[in-house]
């Protein structure tokens, strides 16, 4: 069963500093690019950032670039979002989700996310 346990959300203010994790288990986490997805609050989902299996070449939403970065570890099955300046517009319910393939191809899997909240 794939699973994917994000973590590090919480409380900051405005212009602070979070790194979101998501430990991913029950597949090869090696073998599959990865996504952030955040939702806030009355809004739609909307793709915040992806990485390859091999973590080279991200993307990023064009108003988080220079802010946010993904990363992974995929000797420790894990997922990076280091987000910095935080803004109150980024808070939301941010969501690891798994790819279809090792080069995206559409999100398959979602984690139940951690909430970032950004107080101004």
């Known amino acids: 069963e794939v699973q994917l346990q994000a973590s590090g959300g919480g409380l900051v203010q405005t212009g602070g500093s979070l790194r979101l994790a998501c430990v991913a288990s029950?597949?090869?986490?090696?073998?599959?690019?990865m996504s952030w997805v955040r939702q806030a609050p009355g809004k739609g989902r909307e793709g915040v950032s992806g990485?390859?299996?091999?973590?080279?070449?991200?993307d990023y939403a064009v108003s988080l670039k220079g802010r946010f970065t993904i990363s992974r570890d995929n000797a420790k099955n894990t997922l990076y979002l280091q987000m910095i300046s935080l803004r109150f517009e980024d808070t939301a319910v941010y969501y690891c989700?798994?790819?279809?393939?090792?080069?995206?191809?559409?999100?398959?899997?979602w984690g139940k996310g951690t909430l970032v909240t950004v107080s101004s």
């Open positions: 989700v798994r790819e279809a393939s090792s080069w995206y191809g559409g999100m398959t899997h």
């Open positions: 990485i390859n299996w091999s973590g080279g070449t991200p």
């Open positions: 029950g597949f090869r986490f090696g073998g599959y690019a």
